[in-house]
């Protein structure tokens, strides 16, 4: 064979110098047997006699020896070591102009070599689409969908271009949402279908394909699979169903095509998906789920889904699953709580639909995922209702659970909003059973590293709770702000030229409250706070410059 190839090799370079179709025919096929025998060697030899650079001539549009030639391309291209010389040997240009051919063997073989030479190379797959080959192959797309072998290398191609950012404005200008929708409309085997799905999912991450989908009319595709599978037991029913609720949320994710499908709360998708709610399959709950998190992105729509009676459902699924729930569920469900309960008129017809009381039955979770979206909900729901923060802030269970979390090092998120509920629990009730529970629960100490915080709006939700404190009971948390060294955190941030001005404000404000108790006087007065303040009457900020004034008067007349 070893022999035979070799002989075929070099009739091969006589053969494509005199432009002899017949003899170059016999020496591809030759070529074509022994790669099919022993792929790496026959490319190896094929590289060794230096073949390549002869392709690109014989590649040309017209002639016979095209198919053959481009799929030895592709056959010699599934070896790693070949792609480069491949490249070296100047294949790609030739190749993508085939793309214009009418022929289908020509078109489907010049598809395979592409594929291959450019197979796992992002900077290869960026050249071709640099060459234009994406509009090229929507195109063919269109025209061929009949010829499968056609279609399938233009779904795996879209697959790999796909994965590239700058593949997305070049497909966004085609018609491929079009194309993809018929194509999949067309489709009853799975693995098809599975096919468009790989090629969907990429492209869906992109705004403006997501509302080509949705006007391609794709969300009625995912609703009939759903239809078709929620009760199907074969494992690609349930793939299948996975990927089509899945593919429904990430549309929603996009702010054009998720208000098309809210169509003012009159929507049938969105009818559709809230069905999903009560069901009993769990993908179907977490997706009904995440998709009301996703309409719930504007206060218009929170409003309209609140009024429509959405929360009962979440709140029954929540009560589902807090025995040995399902994680995803809770957190989805929990995060459609949280943004549902954004808007300040739905706050209170949340609180008295029984909102929070379910969401406490969360509290033993151990998932950080949950906790924070736990935290999060009551957070949003206490915001200006001084009832619920009241009766919330009395809760010595959650007050003893917040404060373990305001420890968990190993997860900032729900170390942050532990902090910041909190917090918020004493800002929105301002009461004093609040405060005591927060001193009894060990919370103060949390206030003050929070008052240090990198972010400011956490730093100023820290100093208003603090102040909140001495000003409703100093004497109770007089041992914890000398611990925690609340005085020198206050006198740092206000040396620190960096410091936010209504973080300066804040933080005199809370030097003035804390002067009634005399261990924390004694501090002020050994940090020399007066020079600190004084500097600070000429602070450009006149709220600032003003505070800084009234604190130094009162600094001077205590000291």
Wanted: net charge negative; hydrophobic share 45%; aromatic share 2%.
């Amino acid at each position: 064979m070893a022999d035979n190839l070799s002989e075929a090799l070099k009739k091969l370079k006589l053969a494509s110098a005199d432009s002899a179709t017949d003899s170059v025919e016999s020496c591809l096929d030759c070529l074509l047997k022994a790669l099919a025998h022993n792929n790496a060697n026959a490319s190896e030899k094929v590289q060794e006699m230096g073949v390549l650079s002869l392709l690109p001539t014989l590649l040309a549009p017209q002639s016979s020896c095209t198919p053959k030639v481009a799929n030895i391309i592709a056959e010699v291209a599934k070896n790693e070591f070949m792609r480069s010389p491949c490249v070296e040997a100047g294949l790609i240009p030739p190749l993508v102009q085939l793309l214009h051919s009418k022929d289908q063997e020509v078109l489907l073989q010049t598809g395979r070599a592409l594929g291959n030479i450019c197979y796992d190379s992002h900077s290869l797959q960026a050249q071709l689409i640099n060459m234009g080959v994406i509009p090229t192959l929507v195109k063919l797309l269109g025209l061929h969908s009949d010829n499968t072998a056609l279609t399938e290398m233009c779904l795996i191609a879209f697959g790999n271009l796909a994965e590239l950012e700058s593949s997305k404005e070049q497909f966004a200008s085609t018609n491929i949402a079009e194309e993809l929708v018929r194509l999949f409309q067309k489709q009853a085997e799975h693995e098809k279908k599975e096919m468009i799905f790989e090629v969907l999912a990429p492209l869906a991450e992109n705004d403006v394909i997501k509302l080509q989908l949705v006007e391609a009319g794709l969300v009625e595709c995912l609703l009939d699979v759903v239809t078709h599978t929620v009760n199907g037991e074969r494992d690609e029913d349930v793939a299948q169903l996975k990927t089509a609720s899945d593919l429904m949320v990430l549309l929603l994710l996009g702010d054009e095509s998720m208000q098309k499908l809210f169509d003012a709360g009159k929507g049938s998708v969105f009818e559709r998906v809230l069905s999903w709610v009560p069901s009993h399959n769990h993908q179907l709950q977490l997706a009904g789920a995440l998709a009301i998190a996703n309409f719930a992105r504007n206060d218009g729509n929170c409003i309209q889904m609140v009024e429509s009676g959405i929360v009962q459902k979440l709140l029954e699924l929540l009560d589902r699953h807090v025995e040995e729930g399902n994680v995803t569920v809770q957190h989805a469900a929990l995060s459609a709580l949280r943004n549902l309960a954004i808007p300040v008129v739905n706050k209170a017809k949340m609180l008295s639909a029984g909102v929070s009381d379910t969401v406490l039955k969360f509290l033993p979770s151990e998932m950080p995922p949950v906790q924070f979206k736990l935290l999060g909900t009551l957070r949003m729901l206490i915001d200006t209702q001084a009832d619920a923060a009241d009766q919330l802030g009395t809760n010595s269970k959650l007050v003893e659970r917040l404060v373990e979390w305001c420890e968990a090092k190993d997860h900032a998120g729900v170390m942050g909003e532990s902090n910041r509920l909190l917090s918020a629990l004493i800002r929105h009730s301002k009461s004093k059973d609040v405060v005591k529970t927060v001193i009894q629960g060990a919370g103060v100490k949390h206030l003050v590293v929070m008052a240090m915080s990198e972010h400011m709006i956490m730093q100023n939700e820290a100093l208003v709770a603090l102040g909140l404190i001495a000003g409703l009971d100093l004497v109770g948390a007089e041992k914890d702000f000398v611990g925690a060294g609340l005085v020198q955190v206050l006198h740092k941030l206000l040396s620190d030229e960096r410091t936010a001005p209504e973080i300066k404000y804040n933080s005199m404000i809370l030097i003035c409250a804390v002067m009634g108790s005399e261990p924390l006087h004694k501090e002020v007065q050994g940090l020399a706070f007066i020079d600190v303040v004084s500097k600070l009457r000429s602070h450009e900020n006149k709220t600032v410059s003003h505070q800084a004034s009234l604190t130094e008067q009162r600094l001077t007349a205590q000291s």
